[in-house]
């Protein structure tokens, strides 16, 4: 079932092939966040067991976010895309809206999200504008976490 988000119509997908299949269509198509074919093969195999939502739009995929939790209080945003010829259109906004709702009713307190950090890279720098945006805040910067060139930012947020 569908639930409308401010015209953008938000779904969650249970099939574990629909949501390996979209993650994997839409992460191809990010190739400046998703350079790697082994992390998005890797990202595709985790959300078929994760609670995962997508926008669909006339029968296709246009953006996806996928929640694991990380400790019982606190869920992350695993990996989350929108494909290049919608961003900016507020669909990557309307997921996290979903996402947050799925948390509160869950009874998460916390969310976080982990990203590169700002300043390495002009793509990474709209991510880390994207996050602030809606409401995430810097929690800390973990230098070793991935490699040198990719500084983990950790942001998060309390699901009130």
């Known amino acids: ?31 400046e966040w998703f ?34 939790e990380t400790s019982h209080y606190t869920v992350e945003i695993c990996v989350m895309g929108v494909r290049k010829e919608y961003h900016r259109l507020g669909i990557g906004s309307k997921l996290f809206e979903a996402f947050y709702q799925y948390a509160k009713e869950q009874k998460y307190e916390f969310i976080q999200v982990k990203t590169v950090r700002e300043g390495m890279y002009p793509d990474y720098d709209l991510t880390n504008a994207f996050y602030k945006r809606i409401g995430f805040r810097e929690l800390e910067c973990m230098e070793g976490l991935w490699d040198e060139t990719n500084p983990c930012q950790v942001y998060v947020m309390a699901v009130r």
Do not use: H, Q, W
């Open 35 to 68: 350079e790697i074919p082994e992390s998005r093969v890797s990202y595709a195999k985790e959300s078929r067991e994760l609670p995962f939502f997508a926008e669909v739009e006339n029968d296709v995929a246009t953006g996806f976010i996928v929640m694991k």
């Open 1 to 31: 079932p569908f639930r409308d988000y401010g015209g953008f119509m938000i779904k969650r997908i249970d099939n574990k092939e629909e949501k390996e299949r979209i993650c994997m269509e839409i992460l191809e198509a990010l190739p």
